[in-house]
């Protein structure tokens, strides 16, 4: 079950960042569809809120359309107002109250409804191949989500059961919000599972080839297309106050930013040493003067400032965000990755 020894095409990563990654990665496969690159993709892997995009356009690769029209759905209602609804039954609100977190199930439900109408992970098409990636508490590891196979390097089973939602709502359950889920592997043996930005915010690790012989879904890519809008968790901390919840909000955000600096470092240096022969780093957060070009600081700061929960995205955020992944994509195809734009 290791690293894969036929090279597939182009593989793409969807980062988390709630509402405003889906808004932003929507962007981004707005320009790749226009530039023709979205029917090269044979891989998606993506975590938290790129998860739920992920997951629509895996299910909706051939029908723009559609696809569109759902992410518009949810970034106009949002996830937030839906799941608050569900806590106003007491059974589950004594059950979150109990459990001082959201059952991640409340979330998997929302999601159904509004998007998955309950399809199991094994329905979903082969291909483009879709991992989603949540952390293993319990040995520190990334665990992914697939349509024939889910674990870890330390575990692989098959759920045959189990719906897209509740894969997608491990992927994206925030540990200060949602409790960690637990699956059963056998009858001796489960795993703890919580929000996949711990362990990777960029949803990358799976397009990483330079894994242990042991690891599942690990895919040789040879263009290997980063869209990420994990940053920043924290633009301000002298407003910061000395509760708890702040606290270990600012620590979650400091341990992810460094996570994010290693893992770029990681795949630069894959890029180099031509492991990765091809790699687009698409980000929200972009420096780069011709990428911002156009771009006032109060729109910049609209699109980085923007807060990473599942609250509706519409209006001028929602125009920005969109914007933003849109022109980044075309920057970055076109000056890295021309050569996706050949027959």
Request: charged letters at 25%; a positive charge.
């Amino acid at each position: 079950m290791g690293t894969c020894n036929e090279r597939k095409g182009v593989g793409v990563a969807l980062s988390g960042g709630g509402s405003r990654a889906i808004a932003f990665h929507y962007g981004v496969f707005e320009a790749l569809h226009e530039l023709g690159v979205d029917r090269k993709i044979d891989v998606v892997s993506a975590i938290s809120g790129g998860a739920i995009i992920g997951a629509l356009w895996t299910l909706y690769a051939e029908d723009w359309k559609g696809f569109s029209s759902k992410v518009e759905l949810i970034l106009k209602d949002g996830l937030e107002n839906s799941v608050l609804d569900k806590l106003r039954h007491p059974a589950v609100f004594l059950s979150t109250l109990c459990g001082l977190g959201i059952d991640v199930d409340v979330l998997a439900e929302v999601l159904d409804k509004k998007l998955f109408n309950s399809i199991k992970l094994y329905e979903i098409p082969d291909t483009p191949l879709l991992i989603l990636n949540a952390s293993e508490l319990k040995t520190g590891t990334n665990f992914k989500f697939s349509k024939n196979i889910c674990g870890s390097y330390r575990v692989n089973i098959c759920f045959p059961g189990l719906c897209l939602s509740q894969a997608v709502a491990c992927s994206a359950a925030f540990p200060l919000v949602f409790k960690a889920k637990r699956l059963r592997l056998s009858k001796n043996e489960d795993v703890c599972l919580t929000d996949g930005g711990a362990y990777d915010c960029i949803g990358a690790n799976a397009l990483m080839p330079d894994k242990d012989e042991k690891s599942i879904l690990v895919q040789n890519c040879e263009t290997v297309i980063i869209s990420d809008a994990s940053f920043p968790y924290i633009e301000n901390r002298k407003g910061l106050d000395s509760s708890i919840i702040t606290g270990l909000y600012a620590s979650y955000s400091v341990c992810a930013n460094k996570n994010r600096s290693l893992i770029y470092n990681k795949l630069y240096l894959l890029n180099k040493n031509k492991e990765i022969p091809y790699l687009g780093t698409i980000k929200m957060d972009s420096k780069h003067p011709d990428i911002n070009n156009g771009w006032s600081k109060d729109q910049l700061k609209c699109v980085t400032r923007y807060k990473t929960n599942f609250k509706p995205v519409t209006g001028e955020a929602l125009k920005f965000l969109r914007k933003r992944g849109n022109e980044t994509t075309r920057f970055i195809i076109t000056k890295y990755l021309d050569h996706l734009l050949r027959s």
